[in-house]
């Protein structure tokens, strides 16, 4: 199984980015996918997923209304498409897959798989 995420970059406050994470060896479709970042010196914290079954998106309060993740199952690919950047979502981002044991999408212990992460940098 590997996860390849790509999409981060150096953008101002107020830009905005999309990450992908492109999945394979795996039935996407038996997947949930999730986004969790990790800032410089400060814990990994949970951002987005997207359940397997209905597609039913859930997000960290601080992205509600900023970030909108969503899969595109014909290409294996979840997406974090984020707006309205903000210096404080500088972190790296890791993309996940959980199988459909996979109950509480908020916790990393729930995924089976991880890429590799990239880097969003917010800054002007």
């Known amino acids: 199984v590997q996860l390849q995420a790509s999409g981060g970059g150096l953008v101002q406050p107020g830009g905005s980015l999309r990450l992908s994470c492109a999945a394979s060896?795996?039935?996407?479709?038996?997947?949930?996918m999730g986004w969790f970042r990790q800032a410089p010196g400060k814990e990994r914290e949970f951002v987005a997923a997207?359940?397997?079954?209905?597609?039913?998106?859930y997000y960290t309060d601080s992205v509600k209304g900023q970030f909108t993740i969503s899969r595109d199952n014909a290409k294996n690919t979840v997406f974090l498409q984020m707006n309205s950047l903000k210096p404080e979502d500088t972190a790296v981002y890791h993309c996940?897959?959980?199988?459909?044991?996979?109950?509480?999408?908020?916790?990393?212990?729930?995924?089976?798989?991880w890429g590799q992460g990239t880097l969003v940098t917010v800054s002007s």
């Open positions: 996940g897959a959980g199988d459909q044991m996979a109950k509480i999408l908020s916790d990393y212990d729930q995924y089976n798989y």
């Open positions: 060896g795996l039935t996407f479709t038996n997947y949930a």
């Open positions: 997207i359940s397997w079954s209905r597609g039913v998106a």
